[in-house]
């Protein structure tokens, strides 16, 4: 899958969880968290729905241990790939 | 015979607007079913029934504005003979919203069109949408800035979304919604929607009155403690790894769970301080904060945390983000919580000293989870995860030896993460 089919695929994700929250505007090494205000008050609730709609929508297994490799943009583009790639 | 009354969803409000009625007269409705959404400074809200019987004759329509306790509807309970056809009339609308005198169901928007309502001045352009026209349209797949709202304020029904999806010209008077479509009972946890009709100035006035009424009336003391979190957060990672995304749980549950439980041990801290006295909550419901984007917070109720696994606390509190931020909450959420918990999240500040929300006699904080250094059973000196608890609570209804013991709980269950 195209890296831009991939983002597109995280924007609509998003767009359930935050529906203001526009992926454009992220910069790659920025943490998502803080660029979309994702988690602000009942514990990574949006980030945790975050991976389940990635779960859901690309049918991958996301462990909690590779979470941190989620937070920033291309990282969680590289490891979406990596992981849809086998 | 019963009257379905305009309720209070909390110490703040003072009156509603009926945005839709999800019944007709003749409907059976039981306990608990969502019969009407109301429009209120914290949104649009689903109003549940408490009583099991028939929908006699609807009282107000929508568009109407009306104080709290004002009857809405008349119910009749099941074996009941019918009433009367006399029925007292709607009360004085109080709004120009509310400026007709014959009160008609939102089953016939041909033969009563609303009135246009003219709009608050501090309401946000962008549709108003009921919850459960908003559901219908994620059912359905229709969008709905494609939907012509013939609500009050334009607002968008249930049988407006019917109406577009039919591809009928919107315009036409629409048949009335069976119950059945009405009320499609379908949670959507994790996948929330825009919460649109939400006014961030009305919620902002709402939790000016509450907060500053809490402060002049409630003498507050607040008592913090540090507790060790290793134990809970191993038991979340074992519990975690054997479970895929959806079922996998938050820190959040176990704080919660571990609430519940101390104010079993300590239940002078649950409930209201009412005329002068203490009075114990019916349940452990526990009010849990949840932050709007866009500027505000709700506070709705989990009920029986006490009582309840884990697993299934994680899917209500997921449920409950979900709704708070697509504006589908129930009545019973928001008016239900003897006990409210604010936890600022993974990471958020460090300790938070609450303001309680009245009449709850008690408000419990919790700050992110850090690691700090920490000297353990041994005397050495070890890193952990730990986080800062705090209670604020009424001094008219307890004092700070009692208090103490309930955070003493709370730390206790949390050592204890596998009996949570």
Redesign the interface.
Known sequence: MKREELERMVAEVLA?????ADLTTVEEGEDL?DAL?L???????DF??L???L??KLGI?????DYPKLFTKSGLLTYLSAKIGG | MGLFRMPSLGADMEAGTLVEWLVKPGDRVKRGQVVAVVETQKGAIEVECFEEGTVEELLLAPGQKVPVETPMARIRAAGEAPGPAAVPPPPPPPTPAAERTESRPAAAPSAAPPPPTPPSAARPAGLKVSPAARRRALELGVPLDRVHGTGPDGAITVADVEAAARGAVAEAPSPPPTPAAAVPPVAEP?????RRGFDPVEMRKAIAAAMSRSKREIPHYYLTSTVAMHRALAFL?AT??ER???E?L???VLLLKATALALREVPQLNGFWIDGGFRPGPGIHLG????L?GGG?VAPAIHDVDKRPLPELMAA??DL??RARSGGLKSSELADATLTI???????AESVLPVIYPPQVAMVGFGAIVTRPWVDEAGGLVARPVVQVSLAADHRASDGHLASRFLAAIADHLQRPENL
């Open positions: 359930g969880i935050a529906p203001e968290r205000d988690d602000s008050m009942d514990f990574s609730m945790l729905n991976v389940i709609g779960h859901e297994d996301i462990p909690e241990a | 994790g996948k929330p929607v825009a990672e975690n790894r895929p995304p959806p996998r938050l820190p959040a849990w904060a949840i932050a984007r917070l509190l997921r983000v979900g604010t936890s600022l999240g993974e990471r958020g």
